[in-house]
């Protein structure tokens, strides 16, 4: 199956310091998710995106759907200990009932 | 709230056991997934389910079998468990291609271990 690219793979930042990672597909998606998993937790859904270019918030995060429909982008401003865990994108095509899942992005803040 | 549960948080099985894993969600979701997560190789789909006593097989569900008799429960068995089965076990629900908005909820999951 699948698999989407993402990157940074690990990040080690101040917290205070704001975060960026992004997903990148050789497919066009029509829906990009990011979620965060704590260790030993399954992962649990932050944002969910659904038409090119849109631009979404909760909280302090934001994510954007790109343009080419092939990336997505996640950004978490002043960070805080609680941050803390892996975050994955999942993108699904037009047709089909298969998420593809990223490779994740570790996140360790240091207070 | 979306609520995706599993049937155990931790297990322990030996060699050869039949083992059932069993999800239930809350949502009324058409859908529904099993997934393994390892280090290294990310979230693989084994299964998924678009309908009660319907099934697909995803990109390894080699060892394992799936039931769908209600629309809120999908099981994952392994007929005979090995110790390449170790791993952490998700489930999810959610919608497809097919639908408006579609999301994907996971629940907590299942770490099996074969010994």
């Known amino acids: 199956g699948q698999q989407l690219n993402q990157s940074p793979q690990s990040m080690f930042i101040q917290e205070g310091e704001d975060v960026s990672m992004n997903c990148t597909s050789s497919?066009?998606?029509?829906?990009w998710l990011w979620y965060k998993q704590d260790p030993g937790e399954g992962p649990v859904l932050l944002i969910a995106?659904?038409?090119?270019?849109e631009l979404t918030s909760n909280g302090r995060l934001t994510a954007q759907f790109g343009i080419t429909r092939k990336d997505s982008f996640l950004n978490i401003s002043a960070s805080i200990p609680s941050d803390v865990g892996i975050y994955f994108c999942?993108?699904?095509?037009?047709?089909?009932?298969?998420?593809?899942f990223g490779t994740g992005t570790s996140l360790t803040v240091i207070p | 709230d979306v609520k995706v549960t599993q049937s155990s948080r931790y297990l322990v099985k030996r060699t050869g056991e039949k083992v059932f894993l069993e999800c239930v969600q809350d949502?009324?979701?058409?859908?529904m997934f099993w997934y393994r997560q390892d280090p290294g190789l990310g979230l693989r789909l084994i299964y998924f389910?678009?309908?009660?006593?319907?099934?697909e097989k995803g990109d390894i569900p080699e060892g394992y079998s799936v039931s769908r008799e209600k629309k809120e429960r999908f099981s994952l068995i392994l007929e005979s468990a090995s110790t390449n089965q170790t791993s952490m076990y998700l489930c999810?629900?959610?919608?497809?291609?097919?639908?408006?908005?579609?999301?994907?909820?996971f629940g907590p999951g299942t770490r099996l271990t074969v010994t």
């Open positions: 389910s678009y309908d009660v006593k319907m099934k």
């Open positions: 999810a629900s959610g919608g497809t291609s097919g639908d408006e908005a579609p999301e994907q909820y």
């Open positions: 999942a993108g699904l095509a037009n047709t089909g009932n298969q998420f593809y």
């Open positions: 949502m009324d979701h058409e859908n």
């Open positions: 497919s066009i998606f029509n829906t």
């Open positions: 995106l659904y038409k090119a270019g």
